[in-house]
């Protein structure tokens, strides 16, 4: 059975950094052709794309966030983290980690953790 | 402002037939597969459709998925009170060199 689950502050202040950490089980970080991504909603609003990182390493990021994010894995772990710096209440959302199917521009999102709601505000 | 477009609401009664589109360009969906999910609320989203037009295994043969050029559909047949949710498409973008979502569309059984 494939889980993830995402866990983290849930309350950071203006311009700290977030970092947050994914836990997967059921699946390998090093098998080809799967990967993990962060997606997050801000309350009320649509899903955002953050950015993934594939079994090889490989990584994509949202060209409006880039400069802020860093994904990284340990794959003696299961884990993927997810850096993002200079946080502002703008970035109120919940943080989802999904795993992604498929490389490159044939890909879907298959299981998805639980997300959790992290709060910008000092 | 999402890349994909889609309405912000839809309804239907019981037993209805209701679609909901996804509207884009050349470098998403024009050129790329399109995957819908369903997220109802305070819960995550579930994949729904995978490559435009495939069904997960456990999702009723009620929900189907089409594209045609730089738009997509979800259709819902037989329509149940328990599809009340957020639908959401998505895409990757070949200018963006990332996955682009759909605002999402709220869609109500009356």
């Known amino acids: 059975q494939v889980t993830l689950k995402e866990s983290g502050p849930v309350l950071v202040k203006p311009t700290e950094t977030l970092t947050l950490t994914c836990t997967v089980s059921?699946?390998?970080?090093?098998?080809?052709?799967?990967?993990v991504s962060w997606i997050r909603q801000p309350p009320g609003e649509a899903l955002e794309w953050l950015g993934n990182?594939?079994?090889?390493?490989?990584?994509?990021?949202s060209s409006s966030l880039k400069s802020r994010l860093t994904i990284s894995k340990d794959t003696s772990k299961s884990q993927v983290v997810l850096t993002m710096t200079n946080m502002d209440p703008a970035d109120t959302a919940t943080y989802y980690c999904?795993?992604?199917f498929g490389e490159g521009r044939l890909n879907w999102f298959d299981s998805w953790g639980q997300g959790t709601l992290v709060t910008v505000s000092s | 402002q999402s890349v994909l477009t889609q309405p912000p609401s839809a309804s239907g009664t019981p037993g209805q037939r209701v679609t909901i589109s996804c509207s884009g360009w050349g470098s998403n969906i024009g050129s790329n597969i399109v995957n819908w999910y369903q997220q109802f609320p305070g819960t995550a989203p579930k994949l729904l459709i995978y490559?435009?037009?495939q069904r997960p295994s456990g999702v009723p043969d009620r929900f189907s998925g089409s594209k045609s050029g730089s738009s997509a559909s979800l259709a819902i047949s037989g329509l149940q009170a328990e599809d009340e949710a957020h639908y959401y498409c998505?895409?990757?973008?070949?200018?963006?060199?990332?996955?682009?979502f759909g605002g999402g569309t709220k869609l109500t059984v009356l």
């Open positions: 999904a795993r992604m």
């Open positions: 059921g699946f390998s970080l090093s098998t080809v052709e799967l990967g």
């Open positions: 990182i594939f079994s090889i390493d490989s990584k994509s990021y």
């Open positions: 490559s435009s037009t």
């Open positions: 998505a895409s990757w973008d070949d200018s963006l060199n990332g996955v682009v």
